[in-house]
């Protein structure tokens, strides 16, 4: 299984990225897929999670309003959508994906088996 995360770059505070999770080895439709960022010297912190089979997901305070998830089945590619972006969003994304994860622990690190290489996003003020 490999996850390769993509997407990132630097943008203008207001600005929008589209990052990607491309997963080779599994299936999109069978694997729960969530997104993470870490800045240095702090922990990976939740940003939001696309629950597998349907169209949940949950999104942490941080980017909720203003972050949408979407996924190709066909590309086995989970998309995030950041929009309005802050200097506060500048971290290295991750993504990470799971066969099983239930809604209450889906914010966790240790909740996901399989996690890409990270993509970085620079948001300048």
């Known amino acids: 299984v490999q996850l390769q995360a993509s997407g990132g770059g630097l943008v203008q505070a207001g600005g929008s990225l589209r990052l990607s999770c491309a997963a080779s080895?599994?299936?999109?439709?069978?694997?729960?897929t969530a997104w993470f960022r870490q800045v240095p010297w702090k922990e990976r912190e939740f940003v939001a999670v696309f629950f597998r089979g349907g169209s949940a997901t949950y999104f942490a305070d941080s980017v909720k309003g203003r972050s949408a998830l979407s996924k190709d089945n066909a590309k086995n590619t989970v998309y995030l959508q950041m929009n309005s972006l802050k200097p506060e969003d500048t971290a290295v994304y991750y993504c990470a994906a799971s066969e099983r994860v239930i809604s209450s622990t889906a914010s966790r690190e240790s909740s996901y088996h399989y996690w890409g290489q990270g993509t970085q996003v620079t948001v300048s003020s």
């Open positions: 080895g599994l299936s999109s439709r069978t694997y729960t």
